[in-house]
Every structure is written in structure tokens, then in C-alpha cells.
């Protein structure tokens, strides 16, 4: 009789297991289910390529997690080398976080390569504007407009405000910044004068 009763208990045991690994959560739901309604992470691929963190780096600076963004660039330089477009990026990174320092330095070296873009230059005028040198941004701005052929309204709007702001300097008094740094696209900036 007792052992009637352990071999009831142990086919009760056997079939919740069975009746477990049928069900839609089953035994092996967290290693194999990748389904958006699963509360498990999905599984590795062992073969699988990730995202190009040069890409990750543009969708964070989008979505304004600037740090985050300079990290995935600086793995994508170690992954692609530290091309002009990276370095471009890195230094857009640098302006969201306000480290104009970091960011001129990144620009000059990205606008000294041979497939420098418009933008570059534009984006290290607009790093000159914030830092002062307006005389400076006033020429970096006719580079820009140059190589663009005088195409984007941000490059002629940014040296148009560059060339006022020359021609009023006032050395007697100082002036305080009326001017705002403000993003456009993944690497475009542009001036804007605040209300």
C-alpha cells in the first residue's frame, strides 16, 4: 500500500513537470523565447553582429544622452579609426555637454582633413562665436559658406549674425552674449539670437 502511494505521488510529480514544459511559459521559455511578451531577456546570438556604435553614438546625441554618445563613438574609433567623421561626432558630443574647449580642438583637427564638410567648419564657427572669437568665426564661417556654395541657410544665417556682430563691437563696455547655441540634425548648429 505504501508503495502504491509513492508511485501515484511520483506520476502526480512527473506530469505537473510535463504539463509545465506544454504550457506557453514552458521549461525552457528563458533561454529560447525572444518575444516581445516575454519577461525574459532575449537569448545571445553567438554569431551575431551588434549595432555600429557610430550609429548608436548619432541616436544618442538625438536623443540628448550626449556622454552615452561620446562613449559609443570612442568605441567606434577604436573599432573604425578615428576617421573625420568621428571626430566630427565627438566634438558635436562635446557641445551638448558644453565643453567648448574639447569641442574646438575636435573641430580644428576635423576641419584640417582632406574630406572635411561644410558642416565642420560651420560647427567650429559656431564654437568660436560661443567662445568670443568672432573675428576668427567670421572667417571660419566664409570657409563654410564657401565649400557649400553658399547652399544651407543655417551657414549663411550663422555668418550673416557673425558679421553684424563684428561690426559692432564696442570695447568700452562689455556686452553680454545674445546669442544661443542651438542644435540642428545630427551634427548642424546653428546661432541663434535669444529673445
Not at 506557453?24 to 537569448?43: E, H, I, Q
Request: hydrophobic letters at 40%.
Amino acid at each position: 500500500m505504501a508503495q502504491s502511494r509513492w508511485a501515484f505521488a511520483l506520476l502526480c510529480l512527473l506530469s505537473s513537470f510535463a504539463l509545465a514544459a506544454c504550457s506557453s511559459g514552458g521549461l525552457g521559455t528563458s533561454l529560447s523565447n525572444t518575444s516581445k511578451a516575454s519577461p525574459y531577456a532575449p537569448s545571445l546570438k553567438r554569431n551575431g553582429q551588434g549595432e555600429d556604435p557610430l550609429i548608436v553614438g548619432h541616436r544618442l546625441t538625438a536623443a540628448g544622452e550626449h556622454e552615452l554618445a561620446l562613449k559609443s563613438f570612442r568605441l567606434a574609433a577604436a573599432d573604425q579609426g578615428l576617421t573625420t567623421e568621428i571626430i566630427s561626432a565627438m566634438a558635436s558630443a562635446n557641445l551638448g555637454l558644453g565643453r567648448l574647449g574639447q569641442a574646438e580642438t575636435l573641430l580644428r583637427r576635423a576641419t584640417e582633413a582632406e574630406d572635411t564638410t561644410p558642416e565642420d567648419y560651420n560647427n567650429l564657427g559656431v564654437v568660436l562665436m560661443e567662445r568670443g572669437k568672432t573675428a576668427e568665426a567670421t572667417e571660419v564661417f566664409k570657409r563654410a559658406f564657401a565649400l557649400d556654395n553658399g547652399r544651407s541657410d543655417s551657414i549663411r544665417e550663422n555668418l550673416t549674425i557673425a558679421l553684424a556682430k563684428l561690426e559692432n563691437v564696442d570695447y568700452a563696455t562689455p556686452q553680454e552674449q545674445d546669442y544661443k547655441l542651438v542644435r540642428r540634425g545630427s551634427s548642424d548648429f546653428l546661432i541663434r539670437k535669444t529673445p
